[in-house]
């Protein structure tokens, strides 16, 4: 069973930057796509950015173009989320997302980390 332990998350003002790391337990970096999701209190799940195996291709919902960047470091099984210019409603809970693609199609989720931007 793979785990995801994520960390980085906390308060910090607007304007101030966050970097959130996500670490799997197993060996699955190599045929997973790895990417962050935010939920807000009240709100559903959203999608913040995915990015490929290979990393070469990534996916951001509009409010976190042009101030998060999504990576990854396959030689440690981990994904990252850098997030700069913080606003108020960025505050959220913080999920780790793997979806293993090979050999067959698993989900993991991290336990999710807290963010907190304040005004």
């Known amino acids: 069973q793979v785990q995801l332990v994520e960390s980085g998350g906390g308060l910090v003002q607007a304007g101030g930057s966050l970097r959130l790391s996500c670490a799997a337990s197993?060996?699955?970096?190599?045929?997973?796509?790895m990417g962050w999701y935010h939920q807000a209190p009240g709100k559903q799940r959203d999608l913040v950015a995915t990015?490929?195996?290979?990393?070469?291709?990534?996916n951001y919902a509009d409010s976190a173009k042009g101030r998060f960047t999504i990576a990854r470091d396959n030689a440690k099984d981990t994904v990252y989320l850098q997030m700069n210019s913080l606003k108020p409603e960025d505050t959220a809970v913080y999920y780790c997302r793997v979806r293993q693609i090979f050999p067959t199609v698993e989900d993991y989720w991290g336990q999710g980390t807290q963010v907190t931007v304040s005004s």
């Open positions: 197993g060996s699955i970096s190599s045929t997973s796509v």
């Open positions: 990015i490929s195996i290979s990393g070469g291709v990534t």
